[in-house]
C-alpha cells in the first residue's frame, strides 16, 4: 500500500520490529498523557489563511546557527538506531543529507561521530549526555569536533531516565550484537540486563545528576562549539539559558519520555520564543507529523522543528529511502500550507496566521475545540 503521510510508518514499524525495539521508540513516561498531548495540542491550533497572493514561488531555505539548510525541518536524536535498520545511523545521515538539512546524532548512537562523518559531507550537530566522569564528556565533545559536527544540543531534561513502563515490562537492553558506539573504547558501550529498565539503570549509573548552569559554562570552557540547550519548557528557563550563554534553545519535552503532564511542547513555545525576546533562535521538537505543524510552530515564533520517532519507525519500514521518503512528504506538505496561507518565504508566516483555542475572545472568535 502506497504511504502517503508520515504517520503511516508507525504501524509498519510495529509489524517489522520486535516488541522490545518497538515499544522502546514508541513509547511515552508513566500515563502518557503528554505523549498524546504533543500530537492533540496541535489540533487546536487554526489557520487563518491569506488569499490572492502570487504564491507560484515558494521559498523554504533557512539559515540555522549560520548554516544554510533547505527547509526549518531537522532531524533530533534518537538513540540506538541500528535496532531500527542495519544501517541505522548511517542511513539516517545520508538521507538528512541528501534533503539538505541537519541531523542531530544521539550520544547513544549505534554509530559513532566517526562513523557517521564518514558517510560524506551534511551539517549535523551533536547530541550529549552528560557522564559522571568528567573525561569522557571532554573526550566524545573533541572527536565530534574532529568529526566536523557543527554544534552540541545539550540534553537537560535527564538527569534520570522517565519511567517508561513498557521498558521496565520488557526489560529492555541493548540487544548484544549492538553497542554504544560513542562509548566502545571507554568501557561504556554496553547496557547490562537488569531486573527493570536496562537503559534506566544506565543512566542511574553514569549520568550526572549533578549537572546544573554552572555546567553549561564549563561546557564552554572546554569547546567552541555553539550550544543549544535541548529540553527548555518554560519562558524562566528560557532567561538563563540566554544569560548563560546558550546559541540556541530547543523547547522538547524528549518526545514525551520524561516527565509526564508536562504540557504538549507546542503550547510552551510561545512563552519560551517570548522570554528568549529574539535574543537567540528557539525550536522545538515533539509530535511534529504534519507540514501544517511546521508551520504552526514556525508561527508561534520557532526558527524551525525536529522529528523524533518518524525517523526511527520509517527508518524500520525502509532504511535510508524510509527517512527520505519522510523528509520529503514533509517538506512538500509545508510547501503546500506555506501557498494556501499564502506565505512565500519563512519570514511571511506570522503569528497573524493561526489562531490557537487560548487566544482572548476578542478578535477573531476563539473556536470551540
Ligand atoms: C529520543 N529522544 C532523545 N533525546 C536526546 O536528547 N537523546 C537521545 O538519545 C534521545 N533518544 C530518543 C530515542 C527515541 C526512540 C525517541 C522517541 C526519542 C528525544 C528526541 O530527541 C525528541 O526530543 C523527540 O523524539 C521528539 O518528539 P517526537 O518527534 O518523537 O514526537
Known amino acids: 500500500m502506497e504511504i502517503t503521510n508520515v504517520s503511516e510508518y508507525q504501524a509498519i514499524a510495529k509489524q517489522k520490529l520486535p516488541k522490545m525495539v518497538y515499544d522502546y521508540y514508541a513509547s511515552g513516561a508513566e500515563d502518557e498523557w503528554t505523549l ?43 538513540a540506538m538506531q541500528k535496532m531500527a535498520h542495519p544501517e541505522g545511523e548511517y542511513a539516517t545521515a545520508r538521507a538528512a543529507s541528501a534533503a539538505g538539512t541537519i541531523m542531530t546524532l544521539s550520544s547513544w548512537a549505534t554509530s559513532s561521530v566517526e562513523e557517521v562523518a564518514s558517510t560524506g559531507p551534511g551539517i549535523r550537530f551533536f547530541q550529549l549526555y552528560v557522564y559522571r566522569d568528567r573525561n569522557v564528556v571532554a573526550q566524545l565533545v573533541r572527536r565530534a569536533e574532529k568529526a566536523g559536527f557543527k554544534a552540541i544540543a545539550l540534553t537537560v531534561d ?10 521496565i515490562k520488557n526489560r529492555f537492553t541493548l540487544p548484544p550484537f549492538l553497542t554504544l558506539k560513542n562509548f566502545e573504547g571507554l568501557d561504556l558501550g554496553k547496557m547490562d540486563k537488569a531486573n527493570d529498565s536496562g537503559l534506566a539503570s544506565y543512566v542511574a549509573g553514569q549520568i550526572d545528576r549533578t549537572l546544573s548552569w554552572k555546567d553549561v559554562k564549563w561546557l564552554q570552557t572546554i569547546t567552541s562549539l555553539p550550544i543549544l540547550v535541548k529540553g527548555v519548557i ?50 522545538l521538537d515533539g509530535g511534529v507529523r504534519r507540514g501544517t505543524d511546521v508551520f504552526k510552530a514556525l508561527a508561534l515564533g520557532a526558527s524551525g522543528i525536529f522529528i523524533g520517532r518518524p525517523v526511527v519507525f520509517s527508518l524500520a519500514a525502509e532504511g535510508e529511502a524510509g527517512v527520505r521518503k519522510v523528509l520529503s512528504m514533509l517538506r512538500e506538505e509545508f510547501e503546500l500550507t506555506m ?18 483555542d487560548w487566544d482572548s475572545p476578542h478578535g477573531l472568535p476563539a473556536p470551540r475545540l
Do not use: W
Not at 489563511?49 to 525541518?73: A, E
Not at 535527564?158 to 521498558?167: K, N, S
Not at 534553545?249 to 503532564?261: E, F, K, M, P, T
Open 234 to 283: 518554560t519562558g524562566e528557563d528560557a532567561r538563563i539559558a540566554v544569560q548563560a550563554g546558550a546559541a540556541g534553545i530547543i523547547v522538547s519535552n524528549h518526545g514525551a519520555r520524561q516527565l509526564d503532564y508536562v504540557p504538549a511542547t507546542i503550547m510552551a513555545l510561545e512563552e519560551v520564543v517570548k522570554a528568549a525576546q529574539g535574543r537567540i533562535p528557539v525550536f
Open 158 to 167: 535527564t538527569p534520570r531516565l522517565g519511567r517508561r513502563e513498557a521498558d
Open 339 to 356: 501557498a494556501l496561507s499564502g506565505c512565500r518565504s519563512l519570514k511571511e508566516i506570522t503569528r497573524q496566521h493561526i489562531v490557537a
Open 36 to 78: 498524546q498531548e504533543n500530537r492533540n495540542a496541535f489540533s487546536r491550533i487554526l489557520f487563518r489563511p491569506r488569499i490572492l497572493i502570487d504564491v507560484s514561488k515558494i521559498d523554504m531555505t533557512t539559515t540555522v546557527l549560520g548554516f544554510k539548510i533547505s527547509m526549518p525541518i531537522m532531524l533530533a536524536p534518537t
